[in-house]
């Protein structure tokens, strides 16, 4: 397990905790109210039986700006499936924007994939989630994708399960597509953007704060929400005076 966590300090730059895992974290710089962390991975991830788990908790009033150094690999498997677990909570008034890179489902993977987040009164996140079916030239393998986000109360913000699987693709998800692309905000509703419309990604206006963009596609550079992440993210940063 990856522990990250992040608190304010009476003077100076906010405390960044690190515990490391098979995914290691380093702290890039951190200021007053935040921190930008860099996640890399430790070795060859996620093979056969691998249980990877990252665990983040950003404290009242602070800022996270959390990057992925490279894409994640679940490799083929000799039958066992892989897990990869995530657990975020956000104090109240924290902001946590993941810039997270493509997940790589291989041919012949099987992995599970559970991230859940609590938001306290006016924290928020937002997370760039790209899910890749197969490298290149292959169908890809087997995912379970969970996605449950709450607020203090429990009371949900966002509830999604998947199921995708190259050998077997499921109707009205990614067709004859390969990627699903999504940028992801919760507990703040962002700002239209130019994409938002019949030309654009599809934009789904949630009944609590947030919203989430995405689009399918047969590659990650053709998923045309770069632009998205880019808008919304460094709202969510200027907003909470990061920097």
């Known amino acids: 397990m990856?522990?990250?966590?992040?608190?304010?300090?009476?003077?100076?730059?906010?405390?960044?905790?690190?515990?490391?895992?098979?995914?290691?974290a380093r702290t890039i710089e951190r200021h007053a109210t935040g921190a930008q962390v860099a996640l890399v991975a430790g070795g060859a991830t996620l093979v056969g039986g691998d249980h990877l788990g990252v665990d983040v908790h950003v404290?009242?009033?602070?800022?996270?700006?959390?990057?992925?150094?490279?894409g994640m690999v679940a490799y083929p498997t000799d039958g066992r499936r892989s897990r990869f677990d995530v657990r975020i909570r956000l104090d109240r008034g924290a902001t946590l924007v993941?810039?997270?890179?493509?997940?790589?489902?291989?041919?012949?993977?099987?992995?599970?994939?559970?991230?859940?987040?609590?938001?306290?009164?006016?924290a928020a996140l937002c997370l760039r989630e790209t899910l890749v079916l197969g490298r290149t030239?292959?169908?890809?393998?087997?995912?379970?994708?969970?996605?449950?986000?709450?607020?203090?109360e429990a009371s949900?913000?966002?509830?999604?399960?998947?199921?995708?699987?190259?050998?077997?693709?499921?109707?009205g998800v990614l067709g004859p597509h390969r990627v699903l692309d999504s940028v992801i905000q919760l507990g703040r509703r962002p700002?239209?953007?130019?994409?938002?419309?019949?030309?654009?990604?599809?934009m789904l206006h949630l009944d609590a704060p947030g919203a989430i963009a995405r689009?399918?596609?047969d590659a990650t550079h053709r998923t045309g929400l770069d632009g998205v992440f880019a808008q919304w993210s460094e709202e969510l940063?200027?907003?909470?005076?990061?920097?």
């Open 2 to 24: 990856t522990r990250i966590s992040i608190l304010r300090a009476e003077r100076g730059p906010v405390r960044v905790a690190i515990t490391p895992g098979l995914l290691q």
């Open 137 to 152: 030239g292959e169908r890809g393998g087997q995912i379970r994708n969970r996605l449950h986000v709450r607020d203090a």
């Open 191 to 202: 700002a239209a953007t130019a994409e938002d419309g019949p030309a654009g990604p599809v």
């Open 215 to 217: 689009t399918v596609a």
């Open 237 to 243: 940063l200027t907003d909470s005076g990061f920097g």
């Open 156 to 171: 949900p913000l966002h509830l999604e399960d998947l199921e995708l699987s190259g050998d077997s693709p499921a109707a």
């Open 59 to 70: 404290g009242a009033r602070c800022t996270l700006d959390l990057e992925d150094v490279g």
């Open 98 to 122: 993941w810039r997270a890179h493509p997940f790589v489902i291989a041919a012949g993977a099987a992995v599970d994939r559970d991230m859940t987040a609590t938001l306290d009164d006016g």
